[in-house]
């Protein structure tokens, strides 16, 4: 069993990423600073908790130290969010991200980070992969890349072991469906279920390569064991393009009375996302992704059963 840290582990992806850890007996240390994450997603019986921000380097490197393997999660999320505040963004995304691998530079540990699509930005070409020209449209976008190269970096400076996931569109439970920024796919359910219209920027037709939360643990948890490395951006994605008017069709068959509001496109918003998962298939051989509308039913489920414990969570600031 491995001694692992999750940075971000309060929030959506990590907390799941921390139970499934548990789960297997590793020992888990949590760095988060509850900004979007919530303090009820912390079992103490299964975590020791750090609350701090990536931006406080000693403290952080306290909490790091002993990790054989960290999952660095934490970040400011949210494309709308950074054009409000790049600056902010870039600390805790770029500048964090530098932190968490002066840690591991000195400690050695295993270093897995959660990159974003976004960074293809203006590149329309589909379906993306790894080899093509990035181009960030969103200071968030610019941030993950920033935290890419130091990732390469500090793989070829100093022999880190590191590897580089960039996700698409990841959901399921325990994600956030209340706060101003939250993603499309929790947002519109937790909507339909108080009966309430749902908000479409633009016709519908942009669409995304949505990836369930269980198949992203797949991954984090076999490129642990196996102990996955790569040099450069493994996109973690199946290629399985969905367009958001038949997500919205899915939807309706649980809610048969769904209404949809058409509202402007939103600055920032990439139109399409599709990966060629050649590099992903290759690397992890074994994973098998969960069915998009099986994944849907199991979150709509969820959130039925659960969606209290992650909704009315603290507003989020700019
Ligand atoms: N969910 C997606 O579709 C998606 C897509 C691409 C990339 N990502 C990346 O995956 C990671 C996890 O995303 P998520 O969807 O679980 O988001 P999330 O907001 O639920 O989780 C992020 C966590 O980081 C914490 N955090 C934020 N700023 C921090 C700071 N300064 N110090 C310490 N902790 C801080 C938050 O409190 C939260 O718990 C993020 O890096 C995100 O950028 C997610």
Redesign the pocket.
């Known amino acids: 069993m491995a001694h692992v840290a999750v940075?971000?582990?309060?929030?959506?992806?990590?907390?799941?990423l921390v139970a499934a850890l548990a789960q297997k007996g590793h020992q888990v240390t949590v760095?988060?600073?509850?900004?979007?994450?919530?303090a009820s997603?912390i079992n103490p019986d299964i975590c020791e908790f750090h609350h701090?921000?990536?931006?406080?380097q000693v403290p952080l490197g306290l909490a790091l130290a002993d990790a054989e393997v960290i999952f660095?999660?934490?970040?400011?999320?949210?494309v709308p969010r950074s054009l409000k505040n790049p600056v902010a963004t870039h600390?805790?995304?770029a500048t964090?991200t530098l932190n968490v691998l002066e840690v591991a530079r000195s400690t050695g540990a295993h270093v897995f980070?959660?990159?974003?699509?976004?960074v293809y930005g203006r590149n329309g070409t589909l379906p993306k992969d790894e080899s093509m020209w990035l181009a960030p449209m969103t200071p968030?976008a610019a941030s993950?890349l920033s935290a890419e190269g130091y990732m390469q970096a500090y793989g070829s400076a100093y022999g880190v072991p590191i590897t580089l996931l960039?996700?698409?569109?990841?959901?399921g439970p325990?994600?956030?469906p209340d706060h101003e920024y939250a993603?499309v796919i929790p947002k519109w359910i937790w909507k339909a279920m108080q009966g309430e219209p749902i908000d479409v920027y633009g016709d519908g037709s942009q669409s995304r390569d949505f990836?369930y939360?269980k198949t992203v643990l797949d991954i984090c948890l076999d490129g642990m064991k196996r102990k996955v490395t790569h040099e450069g951006a493994i996109n973690l994605a199946f290629g399985n393009r969905i367009t958001l008017i038949q997500t919205i069709d899915m939807l309706r068959v649980h809610f048969p009375d769904l209404r949809v509001n058409f509202l402007p496109p939103r600055a920032g918003d990439v139109k399409d996302s599709q990966n060629d998962p050649v590099l992903l298939k290759r690397l992890f051989p074994n994973i098998v992704p969960t069915d998009f509308e099986i994944a849907l039913t199991e979150t709509i489920n969820w959130l039925k059963e659960y969606g209290q414990s992650v909704a009315n969570g603290p507003t989020v600031t700019d």
């Open positions: 940075t971000g582990g309060a929030g959506f992806i990590g907390s799941n760095v988060d600073d509850l900004s979007t994450g919530l997603n701090l921000s990536l931006v406080d660095h999660l934490g970040a400011r999320g949210s600390d805790v995304n964090g980070f959660s990159s974003s699509s976004s968030y993950k960039r996700f698409f569109n990841v959901f325990r994600q956030r993603a990836t939360v």
